[in-house]
Each structure stands twice: as C-alpha cells, then as structure tokens.
C-alpha cells in the first residue's frame, strides 16, 4: 500500500508539471505583430470648428471588450486639414493589447470640458495592417439623421424667423441662400459666416498676378489670393478652366516664408478673423478661374 501510494505521488507530479509547461509555453509565445492600422482626420464640435491651437480632445480606440488598444490627443499644422491620428496596434492573430482585421472596434473621444463622446464612428472596424482611413468626427447629436447637429438646426431656425427673410408659412431649409450671396445657410454656418448678412461671407478679397508663369513665393511673378480666416477652419483653394464645365479641382500653394507647396491652410482656433494670402503654384495655363472652399 505504501508503494502505491508512492506511485499516485509520483504521477501526480508528472502531470501537473506537464501542464505547467505547456502553460508556459502558450504565455510567453510573442504574438504576430503587424504594421498599425490608422485613422486619421478632423475633431469638430457642432459648428464643424476644429479642436486646434487652445482648444484639445482625446481619441482612443478600444476593443470589444473595452480594452484600450492606442489613445492620441489633437494637434495643430498650418498645412494639414487633419488634427488627430490614432494608430491602432494590429497583430495577425488574437493577442491582448492588439487588433486583427475585421474586428469590431470602439473610438471615443473626450473634449475639452471633459465630456465624453461615444459612438462617434458608427463603423470602426480595424482594416488591412497598414492601412489608413480618414474619418472626421463631429461631436453632436443628430437624431434625424439629416447630417445637421440638432442644435445647430434650431439655432439656425431661430435666427431665421428673427430675421428680415422669414416668411409666414415657409417651413426653414438650411439649403436655401435666404440673404442671397451665393452661398447657403448651412455652408456659411459651417464657414463660419452669418447666413442672414449678405455682407458677410467667405470670399476672395484680394487677388494679383504679376506677368510670366505663377510663381511658388510673393516674387515678382507671384499670383497670390487674400480671405478671410476664421480660428478652428481649415481652407482649400480650388481651380477651374471653365466655369459652364465647373471641372474643379484643388490647387496646391505656398504659405508667406515657405516654399514648401501645400494643399490646405488651417488656421488654430485661437487666432480670430484674419486676412491671410497664399501663392499659388507655377502653370501654364492660359486661362483659370478660382474659388476658396472653408470646412
């Protein structure tokens, strides 16, 4: 009895030290990290004011069960629509602390009065390793689903039937030019300008051009365009060579004191409406028409 006893023990002992080191084993495997997957783009409030310069948020993404994966805060580049990028750690099996592709993924993001916004991404599923998507998140409620923040709509109501364009019976349409300087309600609330001053709008103010070719600084060739900026807006210039056409297309340019060609000016939300000039590229071109566009 002694000498069976002794071989229980001895059996026991075996087993449990072979579960031990496959435990082992399966905890220290290194999981198969793979190149992040990236999102990237603009945090806005309501009105589509960027979070720059003195204003700031926190992105972070998570996973399904609420683990935090990768957590990024705004920035501010005078040459980049973009204020956040937020890369997500990928790995090509399930590993903690990584994505794979295809899986289902949280992105919340906290503003600066410490509110926190979920949701904000209907669809942040992780993508191929490497990949990046543009996804610019607003912070707002939009519970019709007309792509208008709740608040804003009735803001912009409100003015409307303090103003000289209402009209008894007319139901409110954002869409509509009520002031009538080509630009609607909605486009100029989102530029920042007020939709019921026809004086007030985003538009060219200055514009030379000095013989030859355009040149990329204010030289003695330079084509340059003046507007006005508002803080937390970013601004493309765009060109067409035929208005009935309207073939539109962006038009890169420099900034004064920079050569380096750039396709988008953002102004930080703490600098107020200010007159800004951009040169635009060298072209060939005989003949071009131009307009400014504020997101």
């Not at 937020?86 to 600066?112: F, K, R, W």
């Not at 396709?263 to 400014?292: C, M, Q």
């Amino acid at each position: 009895m002694k000498f069976a006893r002794c071989n229980v023990v001895q059996m026991a002992f075996a087993i449990s030290y072979s579960l031990f080191t496959i435990n082992y084993s399966l905890a220290t495997e290194p999981p198969a990290a793979a190149t992040p997957y990236t999102f990237l783009g603009r945090v806005m409030d309501s009105t589509h004011v960027a979070f720059d310069g003195d204003r700031a948020a926190t992105i972070e993404v998570s996973d399904e069960q609420g683990n935090v994966l990768s957590r990024t805060a705004t920035f501010t580049r005078a040459d980049s629509r973009r204020n956040y990028a937020l890369a997500v750690p990928m790995s090509t099996s399930a590993a903690n602390g990584y994505a794979v592709q295809g899986a289902a993924l949280e992105i919340e993001v906290t503003d600066d009065l410490g509110k926190v916004w979920s949701g904000v991404v209907v669809d942040a599923s992780a993508g191929v390793p490497g990949g990046v998507r543009e996804v610019d998140i607003v912070l707002g409620e939009d519970a019709n689903g007309d792509g208008i923040d709740d608040a804003l709509y009735e803001r912009l109501k409100t003015e409307w039937e303090w103003s000289e364009y209402w009209r008894e019976g007319e139901t409110f349409d954002p869409t509509k030019d009520y002031d009538g300087d080509g630009i609607s309600t909605i486009n100029e609330a989102l530029a920042g300008t007020n939709p019921y001053d026809p004086e007030d709008a985003l538009r060219i103010t200055a514009f030379s051009h000095t013989g030859g070719t355009r040149s990329r600084t204010g030289g003695a060739h330079a084509t340059a365009l003046t507007f006005d900026t508002l803080g937390g807006h970013a601004y493309t210039v765009e060109e067409a060579s035929d208005l009935t056409l309207q073939d539109w297309k962006p038009c890169a340019f420099t900034l004064p004191g920079s050569d380096t060609p750039v396709n988008v000016l953002s102004v930080p939300f703490s600098d107020g409406p200010v007159p800004r000039t951009v040169y635009l590229l060298p072209s060939n071109a005989s003949k071009a028409f131009f307009r400014v566009r504020a997101e």
